[in-house]
């Protein structure tokens, strides 16, 4: 059995060893960009954005084990020539390597797009990495679409 729960400060730890596993998968895609190591967030940043009602972190747990986060945010949007909106900004979803092909990234996925549809959001929205096709193939598979596509040169 498992259940989809807002991550606690007890899952600190485990939060920092799967964004290691995904700072892993960026780095051999764009060294360029990605360290071999280190941290996109300190403890306590992490513990503020858990603790934050705008950037829910989901984690899926199992049998006590932790094998999956979402880290979303809520974004307005109410500007110039756009429409009001709110979206809420899958920022980043990770499984763990031990628990993939076991559909945890899509019962995180359903969780945040049932999360988002109860709250009013309008859109979801997400960057994913070109040099991670795996997981382009899966946000397609979960019905999202390009909204728009940034491009880069390297001088």
């Excluded at 880290?71 to 628990?99: E, K």
Aim: glycine share 8%.
């Amino acid at each position: 059995m498992f259940i989809i729960r807002r991550a606690v400060p007890q899952d600190l730890a485990v939060v920092n060893k799967l964004l290691g596993q995904v700072l892993g998968v960026h780095h051999k895609g764009r060294p360029d960009l990605f360290r071999p190591v280190g941290k996109k967030y300190s403890d306590e940043e992490l513990l503020n954005i858990f603790s934050d009602p705008d950037t829910p972190v989901f984690v899926y747990e199992e049998g006590g084990e932790v094998f999956g986060y979402a880290f979303c945010a809520a974004q307005t949007q109410d500007s110039g020539s756009m429409m009001p909106l709110r979206t809420l900004y899958v920022d980043d979803i990770c499984v763990d390597a031990s628990a993939r092909r076991k559909h945890v990234g899509k019962k995180l996925f359903e969780y945040v797009r049932t999360y988002a549809r109860e709250n009013g959001f309008y859109n979801i929205t997400l960057h994913v990495w070109e040099c991670n096709p795996g997981a382009k193939a899966f946000y397609e598979a979960m019905g999202m679409a390009p909204q728009y596509t940034s491009m880069e040169l390297i001088c």
